[in-house]
């Protein structure tokens, strides 16, 4: 069992930056592929961003490429997401998840946080 709490969430002004955490329990946190999703008022869940087992992979929801960065610490068992430039569009929840298929889709992922608000205001 994963159990996964994010944190870094906040408002912030449109160009602004924040810097999400999600730290992860237990020892399993290495073999898990880890992603970040995020879901708007009255939208589905969308992928932002994801980054494989041994950070030699990282993938990017393409409205988000060149401004948004996914990082890990295994040390820490905690993965990361800094968001630059940011946009009143990536106003959401954003979901920390991990799982074993390095993926694009919900589906991939098996453990879930429970969210963290950003807000992008103009």
């Known amino acids: 069992q994963v159990q996964l709490v994010e944190s870094g969430g906040g408002l912030v002004q449109e160009g602004g930056s924040l810097k999400l955490s999600c730290v992860a329990s237990?020892?399993?946190?290495?073999?898990?592929?880890m992603g970040w999703f995020r879901q708007a008022p009255g939208k589905e869940r969308e992928f932002v961003a994801g980054?494989?087992?041994?950070?030699?992979?990282?993938n990017f929801q393409d409205s988000v490429k060149g401004r948004f960065t996914i990082s890990r610490d295994t040390a820490k068992n905690t993965v990361y997401l800094e968001m630059n430039s940011l946009k009143e569009e990536d106003t959401a929840v954003y979901y920390c998840?991990?799982?074993?298929?390095?993926?694009?889709?919900?589906?991939?992922?098996?453990?879930w946080g429970q969210g963290t608000q950003v807000t992008v205001s103009a």
């Open positions: 998840a991990a799982g074993v298929v390095f993926g694009t889709t919900s589906r991939s992922y098996y453990y």
């Open positions: 237990g020892p399993a946190f290495i073999r898990f592929a």
């Open positions: 980054i494989s087992w041994n950070s030699a992979r990282t």
